[in-house]
């Protein structure tokens, strides 16, 4: 079965940087568009960073010029490298995957595998 699991959360204050991973197994991996999401107390999911299988990236205004989404499809493996953190965004970060990839969206909706979640806060 499809299996997403997240990796590589923590504390850092405002300016640090954090490396998520996301190992995938169940499908074939080089196929399906994958993403990141996020949801903070209180708040709706929201989408952070998408890709899909030629590589094609749509990211959230809110983390353009921060963040970096890529793919190794050897190791089936999605990261998202997290940069300039503000306390914003502080959230649970999920990985995603939409097994028939027809273009990269941002809309969580759109995905309908999951993995459990990566806790990402910020201090100032």
């Known amino acids: 079965q499809v299996q997403l699991v997240e990796s590589g959360g923590g504390s850092v204050q405002a300016g640090g940087s954090l490396r998520l991973s996301c190992a995938a197994s169940?499908?074939?991996?080089?196929?399906?568009?994958m993403g990141w999401f996020r949801q903070a107390p209180g708040k709706e999911r929201e989408g952070v960073a998408v890709?899909?299988?030629?590589?094609?990236?749509i990211y959230a205004d809110s983390v353009k010029g921060r963040f970096a989404i890529s793919r190794d499809n050897a190791k089936n493996t999605l990261y998202l490298q997290l940069s300039s953190l503000k306390p914003e965004d502080t959230a649970m970060y999920y990985c995603a995957a939409r097994l028939s990839c027809s273009g990269a969206y941002l809309f969580p909706w759109k995905y309908m595998y999951w993995g459990q979640g990566t806790q990402v806060t910020v201090s100032s």
């Open positions: 169940g499908y074939t991996y080089s196929s399906a568009c």
């Open positions: 890709i899909d299988t030629r590589g094609s990236t």
